[in-house]
């Protein structure tokens, strides 16, 4: 009996030692995470709480702008522009920054100027200037990627004349091509693995790059794959067609030459003209800003020298 009873103070006096190491760890750990934040606030500043609040703010604009766009056509234009741009953005954060810019920009124009139209105009241009400037993006990297794709399309070929499969083939090409086709292919064979199909994947690629070249080839490699036959010829192919039409684009190029820097001195010479008039002779373009019949001149001279420009360039676009 008393072997019993000191085996169960023994395991009375062991749980209370675990029981209080246990408390005391906690305490211990608890102590620390208040002495943390305790010297977090000490460090804090009122900086910090000013970028921290902008942050919230952030973020609640970018959730709204998200909810209030998705599942539209343009939220889905917006996705593929940035995609193929290379820009690492939701359309949610492109949309919310592009509108705090432009109301910035159009209350610094008005503080400036002392016009609210002036203002209006500044935000405009602000809202249009950086879906230019994404769009033109988007077209180089799509350019970008219709350069590369001849001896892509080439590397894959030797990789499935050397016994690979074409998923093989694509995965070395995402290993060994440069940006932009590179990291896609990455993203293909990611796509794969976690069960997508191939054709899926590489019509999604195709569409998120906007290469013309791109789609053909994921088209050849379909129609390949249901017909049967050797790939690699089709590949082969294909890579010599565009490297001879990337010539043709480049002596066209070549030929247009003096049509765009015409377009650009035509463009660009009514801008220097006015500049030197204003600073010579301010007082003589004056009716021209502050009448409405110089209004009228100067809107309607916007609108020709629009036109022609567009016409220049139909002139001097030539498809290849």
């Given at each position: ?166 998923t093989q083939a694509i995965e070395a090409a995402g290993e ?145």
């Amino acid at each position: 009996m008393s072997a019993v009873i000191g085996i169960l103070g023994g395991a009375l006096l062991v749980a209370g030692g675990v029981g209080l190491a246990v408390f005391g760890l906690r305490q211990q750990q608890r102590t620390g995470v208040d002495r943390l934040r305790a010297a977090m606030d000490e460090v804090t500043d009122p900086t910090t709480r000013e970028i921290s609040v902008l942050a919230q703010a952030w973020t609640a604009m970018t959730a709204a702008t998200e909810r209030a766009g998705r599942g539209g056509s343009l939220h889905a234009r917006a996705t593929r522009a940035l995609e193929g741009a290379g820009w690492p953005l939701r359309p949610a954060e492109f949309a919310t920054g592009v509108a705090v810019a432009s109301l910035l920009a159009a209350l610094v124009a008005t503080a400036l100027a002392g016009s609210l139209a002036t203002g209006l105009l500044v935000a405009v241009v602000a809202v249009v200037a950086p879906c230019l400037v994404l769009k033109r993006q988007a077209r180089v990297v799509a350019q970008k990627a219709d350069r590369q794709l001849p001896d892509v399309l080439g590397q894959m070929a030797a990789s499935l004349r050397s016994g690979h499969s074409l998923t093989q083939a694509i995965e070395a090409a995402g290993e060994q091509a440069d940006a932009p086709l590179g990291p896609q292919f990455a993203r293909v064979i990611a796509e794969t693995r976690v069960g997508r199909d191939l054709d899926d994947a590489l019509s999604a690629t195709a569409e998120r790059i906007g290469s013309t070249d791109l789609r053909w080839s994921v088209r050849a490699m379909a129609i390949q794959a249901r017909t049967g036959g050797k790939l690699s010829d089709v590949l082969e192919v294909l890579a010599e067609f565009m490297r001879d039409r990337e010539e043709v684009r480049r002596e066209v190029r070549a030929l247009t030459a003096d049509g765009r820097i015409s377009a650009w001195v035509l463009g660009l010479l009514p801008f220097f003209v006015t500049g030197a008039l204003l600073v010579i002779s301010p007082d003589y373009l004056q009716p021209l800003f502050s009448e409405r019949l110089g209004l009228l001149m100067l809107f309607a001279a916007g609108v020709l020298m629009g036109i022609g420009m567009l016409v220049i360039r139909k002139i001097i676009r030539v498809e290849v």
